[in-house]
């Protein structure tokens, strides 16, 4: 009785990581390091599909899940790769293609057939969020440092002499910042309005409003605007 108690008894982190599969815990590092140091992630995402191919080839089970997005996704990458033979630099640009979107590509897939229940999807959404969490925490910390920027191809002194400061954490440039702490502002105000216990949704207003403060601190217009319209989609949703 007592070994069955202890068994049970385990650390919700500790089941978090025993119940993952090889490629599903590739998978949840490579999302994990994306904002925060890209070559990590690569090698975790590039894992998990190593692992995800083995197992089918390992078992004889050749399943590929289908989604309704797979026609977006294909949408897209036609897409880019037509905006890429226009360009008046094509090298760089295939290479950027590969590079990119075939990290999105890859990401897509391999959380396509990796995700299966409620629980995976709250498994990756937690990790992003704890993620972006440090990414947060980063730029506001080069915010208190006040890093001079005034050099960076992304200010307009001429139009902007005042501004030195503009964060962008661990992702080099303030739009991108924005961007991504976008859909971080998304995910998180999803989950508020969701039913949470207390001690989770505390840190998730605390991620909130670390996420939309470093928004505002990388002064993209582009992403206040977005804010805004979220903050009014956010009210009309809370309402009803």
Known sequence: ????????AVTPMFHFVRTLEPSAA???????FLPLFLPAAV????????FW????IWTG????????LDGWIAAFAVLAAVSV????HAAAGWYNYICLVGLYLLTYILVAQ???????????????????????LW???????????TAERWIDGEQFPGLKTRVFSTLGNPNVLAAFLIMVVGLTTGWILDAHPRRYRLFLFGLLGLAVACVLLTYSRGAWLTLGVMALVTAVAWKH
């Open 1 to 8: 009785m007592e070994k069955e108690q202890s068994n049970t």
């Open 26 to 32: 590739c998978l949840l590092a490579g999302v994990f």
């Open 43 to 50: 090698f975790c995402l590039m894992a998990s599909g190593a």
């Open 53 to 56: 191919l083995g197992r089918m």
């Open 61 to 68: 089970e050749i399943r590929l899940h289908r989604t309704p």
């Open 85 to 88: 033979s226009q360009s008046a």
């Open 114 to 136: 990796t995700v299966r229940t409620r629980s995976d999807a709250v498994r990756i959404v937690t990790v992003l969020l704890a993620s972006a969490a440090v990414v947060c």
């Open 139 to 149: 730029g506001l910390l080069q915010y208190q440092a006040g890093i001079d920027v």
